[in-house]
């Protein structure tokens, strides 16, 4: 028997995949190597509070706007079914995610205990073997996530100790110099888990530190791991250092001497000594069960499969990814590689396929082509969206125009509308959420720089904030751009700022078009 939809990984992005397959009668299955869905989150992170936040009180009973504050829920008609009825905590245990992730897949069609060893492509078909059975499928999507550590290029890197397994019990650390390689979440994570107990402790990496309230990257460091930075500046024996760490050595006393080499110094290198070296560099996608036949080509230091605006191997076709592993897409600029952004993106792929192997057409509300109706469609939209709130710059959601008749298509991926996904050059307005180009160069707490009044319509191109943005697209390129002015509480409303200069906008673009 072979299956339309072989789905690898029970995790968030297969579970959703999942749901909305079944949803809609599809024949698929999903396999899974653990015993439970989830099982990354039974893990990690290893201290075992999550990032991902849980705002439980928005002061709204609108299901869709309330997703911006949930960073956890899978996109479900079951209200028993959202994350705040797990946990009210804002940086919630990673167990109540486990659970939830265990309910969510109730009903679902997963093997358990099956883990993938090798897949392979033969003409249209995919061959995957597990370690019991053989299966073939004609579409394969990858939703396995990170799962393996990466490790640098590090002389003696082997004699670290790694994030995955080093013990988290600090008074393993008591009076110890500790030196922790990376400067990302798990990195602060680990340093401030430690701030009690260790006598010294560095973290180091070659690359300046950047704060996710700055850069508004979530996977930057945040502040609930940071800490740490603190203890530096205000001298308590712990220091973040800039370069790179050239190579590890084992000290005959059992104890480490690395040589580092400072980013921002003359001296060449420097050799520091510690109890305890411990790898943070993040993880990356595992293509070892990949035979050659089917084996996608990876990006970004070979750490993520390089993939097509449809979620597909740029090189094996039929082979999709779905969850983390599609953030190759927007590296380090939205929100592709967490549960808030993915989520959106795995409805997305399931609407291509369903365009794709099922001849249907991506849902569309019709409406009628005039400024007025136009407008107030986007207004409403824009005002509590989850989608373009959660993936800025990344989704947004297409209204074409054809004679008459205009219809709105919601969370479209931007490089899929660019690459002809609903028909060849359509005449179009696209509707995103985005920052200012230079908003990551900005302190948003210096009230000596100059910035763009809320509600400045005038200016609003200039705006560092996020705001919605509308572009015209027509024969295959944007003709023109109309920015919202920023609003300190995202309240796109206001008539005379907000809702009149864009309809006047797009009267324009309409009369324009003939």
């Not at 079951?78 to 486990?98: C, G, H, I, T």
């Not at 640098?152 to 030196?179: K, S």
């Not at 993880?283 to 979620?311: G, H, K, M, N, W």
Request: proline fraction near 5%; charge should be negative; charged fraction near 25%.
């Amino acid at each position: 028997m072979t299956l339309d939809y072989l789905i690898i990984g029970a995790g968030p992005a297969g579970l959703q995949l999942a749901a909305l397959l079944a949803r809609d009668g599809r024949d698929y299955l999903v396999v899974e190597a653990g015993p439970t869905p989830g099982t990354f989150f039974a893990t990690y992170p290893r201290h075992r509070q999550l990032i991902s936040i849980n705002k439980v009180w928005t002061g709204s009973d609108d299901p869709e706007f309330n997703l911006r504050a949930d960073w956890n829920s899978l996109l479900t008609d079951d209200p028993a079914l959202l994350f705040k009825n797990y946990s009210r905590r804002y940086f919630p245990d990673a167990a109540d995610l486990v659970r939830y992730l265990a309910d969510f897949a109730r009903g679902l069609r997963i093997s358990y205990d099956t883990r993938v060893t090798r897949v392979a492509r033969d003409g249209e078909l995919f061959t995957v073997d597990t370690e019991g059975e053989r299966m073939t499928a004609r579409r394969v999507i990858v939703a396995t996530g990170v799962s393996q550590l990466y490790v640098p290029p590090i002389e003696g890197a082997a004699l670290a100790e790694r994030y995955d397994t080093v013990t988290v019990d600090p008074a393993d650390f008591t009076n110890q110099r500790v030196l922790i390689i990376g400067k990302g979440n798990s990195a602060f994570e680990t340093a401030d888990a430690l701030v009690e107990t260790a006598a010294v402790i560095h973290v180091a990496g070659p690359h300046s530190i950047k704060l996710a309230w700055q850069s508004h990257y979530v996977g930057h460091l945040r502040a609930v791991n940071n800490n740490f930075l603190d203890t530096y500046q205000l001298k308590s024996q712990n220091a973040v250092l800039d370069g790179t760490v050239e190579r590890i050595a084992r000290r005959d006393d059992g104890g480490y001497r690395i040589d580092f080499r400072y980013a921002r110094s003359v001296e060449s290198i420097r050799r520091i000594d510690y109890d305890r070296v411990i790898l943070c560099t993040g993880f990356r996608f595992d293509p070892s069960i990949f035979d050659a036949s089917a084996r996608p080509r990876l990006v970004i230091d070979d750490r993520f499969p390089e993939q097509t605006s449809a979620y597909e191997s740029v090189n094996v076709p039929g082979l999709h990814f779905a969850g983390t592993l599609t953030q190759q897409r927007d590296f380090k600029r939205s929100t592709s590689g967490f549960i808030h952004g993915f989520r959106y993106g795995v409805r997305a792929l399931h609407r291509i396929l369903d365009a794709r192997h099922h001849d249907l057409p991506w849902p569309a509300t019709r409406l009628d082509a005039t400024p007025e109706a136009i407008t107030e469609a986007i207004i409403a939209r824009i005002n509590r969206t989850s989608a373009l709130w959660q993936q800025f710059a990344v989704l947004g959601d297409v209204v074409t125009v054809d004679g008459g008749t205009a219809r709105y298509h919601e969370e479209v991926p931007v490089g899929y509308l660019h690459d002809g996904g609903l028909g060849p050059d359509p005449f179009a307005l696209v509707v995103t959420l985005e920052y200012g180009p230079d908003h990551d160069q900005v302190d948003p707490f210096d009230v000596t720089i100059p910035r763009i009044a809320e509600n400045d319509a005038e200016h609003a191109h200039d705006a560092s904030y996020l705001h919605p943005v509308v572009r015209v697209h027509r024969g295959g390129r944007v003709v023109a751009t109309h920015h919202l002015a920023e609003n300190l509480e995202n309240d796109w409303t206001l008539p005379a700022v907000h809702h009149q200069p864009l309809a006047l906008f797009v009267k324009g673009v309409l009369s324009d078009a003939g």
